[in-house]
């Protein structure tokens, strides 16, 4: 079966600190991979989707960049942290081919000081 | 981006079958409709989806207008288990474009 893992699970940093969010996928090949962030008590904003290694499309212009440079491996990043960066990041995958549903990780908090 | 609108927030006793609505009038003939659903601090969950046709799972059942301009998200037997928020979905291609959802509370 197919499994998702997303970490760390929480992230404290400070402003104006880099990051990076690692997201792989087991059990499946060429899924499509996608970042989503979520405000507290608010829905799932998209921020990138990859339909294969190396080729990434942005939802919404930001201090942040998306890389895959596996097949099932995503991975979310900033050169420099702003407040507004904090939230929930979560990392989803489905299949390739078809109007296949989309399986969520557990996300990471992010908490930007 | 294709919307949905669903009540903010809704309450069921256990046990007791759970109705949670979701509109989606600008829906196109080629959007499928998507629930999922969400707990505290956790990645949203696959609940189910449909194109025209009602559908069954193990976990839920949906149910679609026959102008697929509303659908209802059926739990048979609520447990406290079930108690999340509930976002419905309309998804064509890349675009899954995810709203506030219901929170559905779960009394015992």
């Known amino acids: 079966s197919q499994t998702i893992h997303q970490w760390p699970a929480t992230l404290v940093q400070p402003v104006g600190s880099p990051l990076s969010l690692e997201c792989t996928v087991e059990?499946?090949?060429?899924?499509?991979l996608y970042w989503y962030r979520q405000a507290a008590g608010r829905g799932l904003q998209l921020l990138f989707y990859s339909v294969g290694i190396g080729q990434i499309s942005s939802e919404v212009p930001q201090n942040l960049s998306a890389s895959r440079p596996q097949d099932r491996q995503f991975i979310l990043s900033s050169k420099k942290l702003l407040l507004s960066d904090s939230g929930f990041y979560l990392c989803?995958?489905?299949?390739?081919?078809?109007?296949?549903?989309?399986?969520f990780g557990d996300g990471t908090r992010l908490s930007i000081l | 981006d294709a919307k949905t609108t669903q009540p903010n927030s809704m309450e069921s006793n256990e046990e007791e079958p759970v109705h949670l609505p979701c509109n989606h009038s600008?829906?196109?003939?080629?959007?499928?409709i998507h629930w999922y659903r969400q707990l505290p601090s956790q990645g949203p969950e696959y609940v189910i989806h449909?194109?025209?046709s009602n559908v069954n799972n193990r976990m839920a059942s949906l149910a679609i207008a026959e102008d697929r301009k509303s659908s209802t998200l059926i739990l048979h037997r609520a447990t406290l288990r079930d108690a999340a928020v509930y976002y419905c979905?309309?998804?064509?291609?890349?675009?899954?474009?995810f709203g506030p959802g219901t929170r559905l509370s779960v009394l015992p």
């Open positions: 449909g194109l025209t």
């Open positions: 600008t829906i196109s003939g080629t959007d499928y």
């Open positions: 059990g499946t090949s060429n899924p499509n």
């Open positions: 989803a995958w489905r299949e390739g081919r078809g109007n296949q549903p989309q399986h």
């Open positions: 979905i309309l998804a064509y291609g890349q675009n899954f474009v």
